[in-house]
């Protein structure tokens, strides 16, 4: 089971970044996905999750309105588009899944990633 997170990077805010996590292992689409991250210093936190189907997603409020989460399951595939950037985005991002339905908290999930760093410059 593998999950790799990429397309991190630095950005000014204002600025987009679209980040990709790739699934191998397990069968894919049977799985939420969810997206945390975790700035020096602090708690790894929730930023969004959808379901295994890809019909159902959900944000956290920090980032609801910048931030939109989809899946291509033929690509074994999710996707976090960041857009509008802050400095307080600033974070190692990470990728998760679950068993079908999605979760805010981190201790539901069963598979993760390693992080991809996004930076974002005022």
């Known amino acids: 089971v593998q999950l790799q997170a990429c397309g991190g990077g630095l950005v000014q805010a204002g600025g987009s970044l679209r980040l990709s996590c790739v699934a191998s292992g397990f069968t894919f689409s049977s799985y939420a996905v969810g997206w945390f991250r975790q700035a020096p210093g602090k708690e790894r936190e929730f930023v969004a999750h959808?379901?295994?189907?890809?019909?159902?997603?959900y944000y956290s409020d920090s980032v609801k309105g910048r931030f939109a989460i989809s899946r291509d399951n033929a690509k074994n595939t999710v996707y976090l588009q960041l857009n509008s950037l802050i400095p307080e985005d600033t974070a190692v991002y990470y990728c998760a899944a679950r068993r079908y339905v999605g979760s805010s908290s981190r201790w539901d999930y069963n598979y993760w990633g390693r992080g991809t760093l996004v930076t974002v410059s005022s």
């Open positions: 959808i379901n295994a189907a890809g019909v159902t997603t």
